[in-house]
């Protein structure tokens, strides 16, 4: 380091680094520390005094060893001194004689005490060498005292401070002088620094927290604010800090808010509640007020914290904030666990850490829903509650969390037929879908399908192309477009047969596998092929994300075989005679079947009618022909339940159900010590009626819209395609002069890029956030996260369509 000859390092004995007639003079000086009666202990060798550990509010903290940079023209007794007191005191001592050192030094190994020499400026320039170490960034905590003479001890001392010493120290070459000014160091100054270099973690903990925080001193100025609070006020900080916590330049959505932590700082109190702006936002926010006592036990400081709920607080603070919490939440969910390491090892080492850390993830998630407010209310009042209160309670909230609140569920009346003849022939009617008691006695005696999953495929007669295309169509990277390419647009049949058989469809509805054969043709050749993404293409790709999902262990321990055969079929025929226009073109168009279906669901319930009519007009193609009567009620009433659940404007309303009835209550369960009992609870869990309907419902969302988290290549050709559709639907629109329901799918001015990014953020994160959290899919995930950058990257570059322009 261009330190020696002239550096010297201390840190054992005296004599480590003496000659024979300093080795005496250290002896003298130890018997005279000794002497003076100073603190040893029997136990402890010469330079080993013990330390403790430094307690800093609720931080605990070990020093190292101290490091002390001497820095003296020449080696006189004052300096023999310090060293002596340095390995006394069991600091770590170097020595350097050359002003070109002193700087290297310092800078190599970063010293917690420099002692510079100020009686002989000429020899050694004790300021500008005291300038040159606090002008590099390490020095901020370096304590640096300066040696004068005994004679200058009167003047002011103000020269150095301001120069940038620590502190003066009046020559005296006595070792005890020097020893105590060394542990007055230790225990003022070095120590207050030590603890200022802690604020430095705590300030990153409150920087990088997604909590907004804001620090505001007795005189009610803001102090500190960290990047949540700005986010979550819409202004910078330096807008913020220093100014009156009333008078902060904030939204009319944040005014209220705000008012109200400034009454609880006026009047001196802490608060602690749960926000609920009045304005028509009606998102929540968990706010915290804190005084903070400081000495005499007054009020220094008041700490706001408030919880953002899920980026929905950040809506109307901005007019473009939303897309970029969303982004941003998007590239911070995963960050951590998506690197260069391939997905399946990633997957391997932290599927048990993302496992049991998604308690904290998913109550983050809140679905401001009426009930979901009543469940919040009836939880926080069972952590204060007696024990018969709380099991009470849990009961309340298994009934509020059950899918049809108003729908009562009655019990047998064996003992009253007449009883039973009036609920059957006035309520139970043959549409209304079952509740969870009528499950449960409808679906006791299912045939169960075959368990095995190898079944042979009596595929013989396929072309080579074909069944090489159809190949690994149990992965999530299979491709639907080349099977549709080999197959001449009849991809649906082909992998139909091969999943249906692979499930054993056939044995479970008693069903020869011609009918089978023919029912599937038919089915196919309802979609319309002249529709860009609403064809049977895109049903071949739902029915194989069906599948996927369906060979999930969490689904497996979920559904039975009744469920898994609904599932497949509900995804075989979800979009069946799809016309590649949106219900409300249909209602504004007056179509006849918007007038059937009373505009409510019109295409969902068209799907599921239609299936079932073609299904059930002819016995060659009837795949249900020789099923019970009860078992094909439970089987189409799941499967009307399951197409009718793709409608998207009840989209929130069965994520909603989904997140707080499902998957936060299985990971609260999962938190817990694993016993049989908590096993036993789980399994108990999943497979109530009610919960396995909302299992079903999200797994055929997800794999309706699973287009952003397929791999890119797939994505791009979907989003190419729905966005074709769009388009035509756009134009026909302005032809017929109707209302256009989707403006921004304009051919002329649309950006797809900007299209898939909002539909990323509004319908897919959340849906596959908690649908990942039941399942665990890191897999998806990756797409979704590395598709989402290409669509921002396109928008970047102001493209418009779904490729970048050629190099």
Partial sequence: MGCAPSVHISSEAPGAYLGSKEEEDAQDSWALLQGAGLPSDPYLPPGKIPTSDVQFGPMRFHPDQLQVLLAFSKDDNQCKAFRQACDQAGFKCTL????????????????????LDHRHPRQLDARALCRAIRSSQVSENTVIVGVVRRQDGELPVMPLLTTGFTRRYVEDPSPLACYTELLQLQFGEVRSQLKLRACNSIFTALEKSQDAVEITGEDHLVQYVNPA????????????????????????????????INSCITEGKGWQGVYCAKNGDNTQQNVK?????????????????????????????????????????????????????????????????????SLARIHSVTMEAPITKVINIISAAQENSSVPVSEALDRALEILRTTELYSPQFGAKDEDPHANDLLGGLIVNGLRRLSGNEYALSAKNLPRASSSMTASLPLHDVPKHIAEALENEDSWEFDIFELEAATQKRALSYLAIKIFTRFGICEFLKCPEPTLRLWLQMIESTYHSSNPYHNASHAADVLQATCYFLCQERVKRALDSVDQVAALISATVHDLDHPGRTNPFLCNSGSDLAILYNDFAVLESHHASLAFQLTLRDDKSNIFKNMERS???????????MVLATEMTKHFVHLNKFVNSVVKPLAELEEREETDAVRADISRMLRTPENRTMIKRMMIKCADVSNPCRPLEQCIQWASRISEEYFSQTDEEKRR?????????DRNTCSIPKAQMSFINYFI???????????????LMHHLDNNFRYWEDLDHMDVRGCRPPPD
Wanted: positive net charge; charged residues 25%.
């Fill in 737 to 745: 002069n109707l209302p256009v329901v989707m403006p921004a799918f």
């Fill in 631 to 641: 078992d094909f009620r439970t089987l189409r009433q799941i499967i009307i339940d």
């Fill in 765 to 779: 994160i959340d849906m596959f956030e908690a649908w990942d959290n039941f399942v665990d899919l890191p897999l």
């Fill in 96 to 115: 350097t004689k050359e002003v070109q050192a002193v700087l290297t030094c310092f800078l190599s190994t970063h010293h917690d005490i420099v002692i």
């Fill in 229 to 260: 609070f700005v986010t979550t006020v819409g202004c910078d900080s330096n807008e913020l800090v220093g100014k009156e916590l009333a008078k902060l330049p904030v939204g009319e959505k944040k005014s209220e808010l705000f008012q109200t």
């Fill in 289 to 357: 007020v804190i005084p903070v006592n400081g000495q005499g036990g007054k009020i220094r400081h008041y700490v706001s914290i408030i919880r953002l709920s899920n980026g929905n607080s950040k809506a109307g603070l901005q007019a473009d904030s939303h897309m970029d919490s969303q982004v941003g939440k998007l590239r911070d969910r995963r960050k951590s666990s998506l690197g260069g390491r391939s997905v399946g090892s990633r997957a391997s080492e932290v599927a048990g850490q993302r496992r049991y850390s």
